[in-house]
């Protein structure tokens, strides 16, 4: 049998900023203030991410370049890696990214890279929750309910336990 499947999915977009809801806004602006940190000597595209946990706690992460470029760290990562070694009991439940280049925020929204896809659907299996995503950029924010929006066919933990004998 020969099937042809269809892989969709919604988003709400905010055309600007006060259009958010106030807890929105108040952590876009914490993932663009700390896009400012990024060290991004090479690209000069300085990436924030914020995490707010369910204790309403915000944890920041800003990329990381080095010389040998697979060596450095994504804006996600470093958040997601900072909420995890310091705050294992307090899990994630929204994350908004900003990037930025020498002109200042993007005029639209950066999604994560692949490798950040696959790190923010781990966090989601390992929480067993969704974490809600928002991609903000001058003209506009999206905001999407799971990881899963961004990576439909992802790979996790499910499949390596399905495939043991």
């Known amino acids: 049998m020969i099937r042809t499947n269809n892989i969709s999915f919604s988003y709400t977009e905010y055309g600007k900023d006060e259009d958010l809801a106030p807890g ?26 914020a995490i707010r946990l ?22 996600e990562r470093s958040a997601l890696s900072n909420s995890v070694s310091n705050h294992p009991d307090d899990i994630p439940v929204e994350i908004a990214v900003a990037a930025m ?8 929204f ?21 974490i809600r995503i928002l991609l903000s950029g001058r003209n506009n924010t999206i905001v999407l309910d799971s990881i899963s929006s961004l990576l439909p066919l992802q790979f996790n933990k499910t499949q390596l336990k399905s495939n043991l004998p």
Request: some cysteine; overall charge negative; aromatic content about 6%.
């Open 54 to 75: 369910k204790s309403g706690i915000i944890i920041k992460g800003a990329n990381v370049e080095n010389a040998a470029f697979p060596s450095g760290i994504c804006a």
């Open 24 to 49: 929105d806004l108040e952590l876009v602006l914490a993932a663009r203030e700390i896009a400012l940190n990024a060290y991004a000597p090479y690209s000069n595209f300085r990436v924030g991410a």
């Open 101 to 108: 280049t020498d002109e200042g925020i993007t005029a639209g």
């Open 110 to 130: 950066v999604s994560p890279c692949g490798s950040c896809r696959q790190v923010i659907a781990e966090e989601e299996t390992r929480i067993g929750k969704p």
